[in-house]
């Protein structure tokens, strides 16, 4: 972490943001906000009330995989602004329709001028390098994107180049982190004057984005940034923790971890990640099933017990099987077998038939599964425990959270895996305790709250910060 506040090109990129405050709850008026996740793209406007509470509005669809795959960048970033004039059109059409209309009488030069134009967060949860508060240019893709001629570019341009080609009245003003908009998000919306440290994702990919002491990011000098605002003293820094220790040097490691790692489209690369979020995990435990199943000596789907308690006498694996299939079983699918408790462990037997085809599998068969799923879903939460321990240590000297009058260090956490599988939380906290540095004590100040919709509220917060600060200039 250290490393990364001091110069660039180091594993742990620490990004600066250039966003300088968080919000208190007060906090006013009508923003969009989009989403490009890993699986899905997300359209929604806020309606901030300015009392820690909003109104929300969104659409969601799967990103085809065709487009995470393009030969160009523009068919799917044309994909995405088609999304949000289908969304305007829906929810917010006599909006969309005064603006055609003025449009119509005073031509196109009303666009930028236009008062009545939305400001967009772009909540874009890639690696970018981010030059200024809508300005940033793609890394490298992950979570499965290839898209070549995109890399290298702004991918706010990318965006507002497509909105613009549909003649939209919105006006990209925010390049958002998902990790920064669920931390903006949270402290709007978090009880008591606390602020919020750490925004946390557990989702397709994982990243933290925190608060650090504007002082400590040395590397600002020397980077050639658009101006900001340095009066709170304060900057969010996203981590990009993904990559943390890409050279295998503390990592735990598996066959099926480098398997997966040397079969994925970016070999070497966002190690940690491999290891805790959602797109790997369902692979990673398929994988150790797989093999299992090919190794004589075990007993996986075959053992005496097999098939003896349904109508058939073997436990069959259908030829189709996703077993069989690379990403062919979803993370959804451990937090099923995680949950289950019923004595026969019905529930992971009909679910093993359901998502890969594996008939008649014995109770001692679904035991078997429920501990490698119990392996893979407890390594990844203490993982995710050591990259938040180590923000709330860091931090613990300079950055003032906590201490007030309710003694909290808040942290907001987002994505599927932390949301749905059963006791991720609790596994965190188990690791927290463990820690010296952060121990039994330590760990009862940790408050961690779902930020609920946080990429959208977070962005529409950024969006809201960034067009008062353009207005000022
Ligand atoms: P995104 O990362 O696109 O913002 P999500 O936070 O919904 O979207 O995360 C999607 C990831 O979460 C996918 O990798 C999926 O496999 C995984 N996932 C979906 N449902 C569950 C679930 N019930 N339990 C655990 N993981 C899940
Ligand atoms: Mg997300």
């Known amino acids: 972490m250290h490393d ?28 969009l906000a989009v989403d490009l996740g890993g699986t899905n793209f997300r359209v929604c406007s ?27 960048s523009q ?4 994909f995405l602004a088609k999304q949000i004039e289908n969304f305007l059109k829906t929810h917010h059409d006599e909006h969309y329709q005064a603006h055609l209309e003025r449009r119509n009488t005073m031509g196109s030069q009303v666009a ?76 709007y919306t978090s009880p008591g004057k606390t602020g919020t440290l750490l925004g946390a994702i557990f989702g397709t990919g994982t990243n933290g984005a925190y608060v650090e002491k504007l002082s400590k990011v040395t590397k600002l000098e020397s980077m050639k940034g658009s101006d900001y605002d340095k009066s709170t003293g304060e900057m969010i820094v996203n981590t990009e923790w993904g990559s943390f220790d890409n050279h295998m040097t503390v990592l735990p490691d598996t066959p099926y971890d480098s398997d997966l790692d040397k079969e994925s489209v970016n070999p070497g690369i966002q190690m940690f990640e491999k290891r805790v979020s959602g797109m790997f995990l369902g692979e990673i435990l398929r994988r150790a099933m797989l093999a299992l199943t090919q190794n004589p000596k075990s007993k996986l789907f075959s053992d005496e017990h097999s098939g003896k308690n349904e109508l058939q006498s073997t436990t069959t694996i259908a030829e189709d099987s996703a077993l069989y ?21 019905r529930v992971i037997r009909l679910t093993l038939a359901r998502d890969l085809g594996v008939d008649a599998a014995s109770t001692e068969d679904a035991e078997a599964v429920k501990l490698l799923v119990n392996a893979i879903g407890k390594r990844s ?42 006791g991720f939380e609790d596994m965190i906290r188990e690791a927290f305790r463990e820690v010296p540095e952060i121990g039994e004590a330590g760990e009862k100040r940790i408050r961690i709250g779902i930020a609920k919709d946080g990429s959208g509220v977070g962005a529409a917060l950024i969006a809201l910060v960034a067009a008062q600060a353009e207005k000022k200039v």
Request: charged content about 15%; aromatic content about 8%.
């Open 325 to 345: 299939k690379q990403w062919g079983l979803d993370t959804a699918f451990l937090s099923i077998v995680a949950a289950d408790f019923t004595p026969d462990l």
């Open 112 to 187: 930028l001028a236009d008062a009545e134009i939305f400001q967009l967060g772009f909540t874009f949860s890639f690696p970018v390098n981010q030059i200024g508060i809508n300005t940033g240019t793609l890394l490298r893709w992950t979570k499965g994107f290839d898209i070549n001629d995109a890399v290298g570019k702004d991918v706010c341009e990318l965006l507002q180049a497509e909105i613009d080609a549909l003649h939209l009245p919105v006006h990209v003003a925010a390049l958002v982190n998902d990790t920064v908009g669920t931390l903006m998000a949270r402290s």
């Open 4 to 31: 990364g506040l001091q110069e660039t090109g180091t594993t742990l990129s620490q990004i600066p943001t250039y966003v300088t405050a968080v919000p208190n709850g007060t906090e006013k008026g009508l923003y």
């Open 75 to 78: 068919e799917l970033f044309g």
């Open 46 to 72: 806020i309606q901030l009330h300015g009392n820690t509470t909003f109104s929300l509005t969104q659409s969601k669809v799967a990103i085809p995989r065709e487009l995470m795959v393009a030969k160009t």
């Open 381 to 422: 939460a203490r993982l995710s425990a050591v990259a938040m321990a180590a923000i709330v240590i860091a931090t613990g000297n300079h950055v003032s959270r906590g201490g007030g009058e309710d003694d909290v260090v808040d942290i907001g956490v987002d994505g599927s895996l932390v949301e749905f599988y059963p």
